[in-house]
Nanobody, 124 residues
Framework: QLQLVESGGGLVRTGGSLRLSCAAS????????IGWFRQAPGKEREGVSC????????GYADSVKGRFTISRDVAKNTVYLQMNSLKPEDTAVYYCSAGAGLWGSLLPYDYKYWGQGTQVTVSS
C-alpha cells in the first residue's frame, strides 16, 4: 500500500522555524517528483515547493522563496520542508504529494499520491 505521512507541524511564533517531514511507505520517493502544498481555511490548495525526480531541481512559490527549503533523504525515503522566518500567513494544513512526472510542479493535478496533512499555525 502506497502511503505518505507528514509530520513536524505545530504552533510557532512569527519568525520561528519548523521542519516538516514526508515519509513514504510502499514505494521509493526518489522515483517520484514531490510537491508540498498548503491549504488555509476558506482558501484553495496552493503549491509551496517541489523537487524533481529527474535531476533533483527544486521550485518554490514566490511567497516562500528565500524562507523555505525542500530536500530529500534517499536513505530515509523522506522529503523535508525546512520553513524559516515563518509568518502568520503561512498558517495552513501542509500536504506532501508524489507524482510520476519527471519534473516537479506546483499544480495539484500533477500529483497522484497525497498525505493526510499536518497543521502549521504561526502566531503573531
Amino acid at each position: 500500500q502506497l502511503q505518505l505521512v507528514e509530520s513536524g507541524g505545530g504552533l510557532v511564533r512569527t519568525g520561528g522555524s519548523l521542519r516538516l517531514s514526508c515519509a513514504a511507505s510502499g514505494f521509493t520517493l526518489d522515483y517520484y517528483s514531490i510537491g508540498w502544498f498548503r491549504q488555509a481555511p476558506g482558501k484553495e490548495r496552493e503549491g509551496v515547493s517541489c523537487i524533481s525526480r529527474s535531476d533533483g531541481s527544486t521550485g518554490y512559490a514566490d511567497s516562500v522563496k528565500g524562507r523555505f527549503t525542500i530536500s530529500r533523504d534517499v536513505a530515509k525515503n523522506t522529503v523535508y520542508l525546512q520553513m524559516n522566518s515563518l509568518k502568520p500567513e503561512d498558517t495552513a494544513v501542509y500536504y506532501c504529494s508524489a507524482g510520476a512526472g519527471l519534473w516537479g510542479s506546483l499544480l495539484p493535478y500533477d500529483y497522484k499520491y497525497w498525505g493526510q496533512g499536518t497543521q502549521v499555525t504561526v502566531s503573531s
